[in-house]
């Protein structure tokens, strides 16, 4: 079997996505739910000025991030899949998150073999980089342009990530359902190894 390439996002695709809610609602007064986030940028949700929100996350980032809760299920699909393959986390955090995104990771026991922290939502580079077989990813926006490059995305499913499903992205309820796709992808692959 060879070795494939794994690349996954962060926020929403291996912790939780709606964490941040809590802590937003107390500083805004609001009081939206997990369901009113129907689009990516939370300032949406919230109904709030942009930079308003930008205030909130310079205060609060570094520490929702701390206390995000990770996904059932993400430890065991990665740990059995980091045996033979390579997991490279590719997120749209800012390299100033490094220290807290390497001690979630830590605390977590999440395995990997590299992390990129891009200040930006283009993952396309990085996917190229790492010649990425499967892209993990909760960001509509960036599973689109992930998959006009050729690239598979699996496209963990949350309220402000539904649209059209272009080819190459395969919508996924959890990471149970991303372990079913994956080690069919893997079967798939070794099968035309065989074949040849």
């Known amino acids: 079997m060879n070795q494939l390439n794994f690349c996954i996002d962060i926020d929403g695709t291996i912790t939780e996505a709606y964490d941040w809610i809590p802590r937003a609602n107390e500083y805004f007064n609001t009081q939206i739910i997990p369901e009113m986030v129907t689009e990516y940028d939370?300032?949406?949700?919230?109904?709030?000025?942009?930079?308003?929100?930008?205030?909130?996350?310079?205060?609060?980032?570094?520490?929702?991030?701390?206390?995000?809760?990770?996904?059932?299920?993400?430890?065991?699909?990665?740990?059995?899949?980091?045996?033979?393959?390579?997991?490279?986390?590719?997120?749209?955090?800012?390299?100033?998150?490094?220290?807290?995104?390497?001690?979630?990771?830590?605390?977590h026991h999440i395995p990997m073999s590299s992390l990129s922290l891009l200040g930006s939502h283009d993952k396309v580079a990085k996917a190229y980089e790492f010649c990425c077989d499967i892209f993990i990813e909760d960001r509509y926006e960036n599973a689109v342009q992930l998959a006009s490059h050729g690239f598979n995305v699996l496209l963990i499913d949350c309220y402000y990530n539904q649209g059209h499903l272009f080819p190459g992205i395969t919508r996924v309820n959890d990471w149970i359902d991303i372990d079913r796709h994956i080690d069919n992808y893997i079967q798939t692959c070794n099968y035309s190894q065989i074949a040849i």
């Open 42 to 107: 939370e300032y949406i949700a919230l109904g709030v000025d942009p930079k308003a929100f930008a205030e909130f996350y310079h205060l609060y980032g570094e520490t929702i991030y701390a206390e995000s809760h990770i996904r059932a299920g993400v430890k065991d699909v990665l740990n059995g899949l980091f045996t033979d393959h390579n997991l490279h986390f590719v997120t749209a955090r800012e390299i100033e998150m490094k220290n807290v995104t390497e001690k979630w990771l830590s605390h």
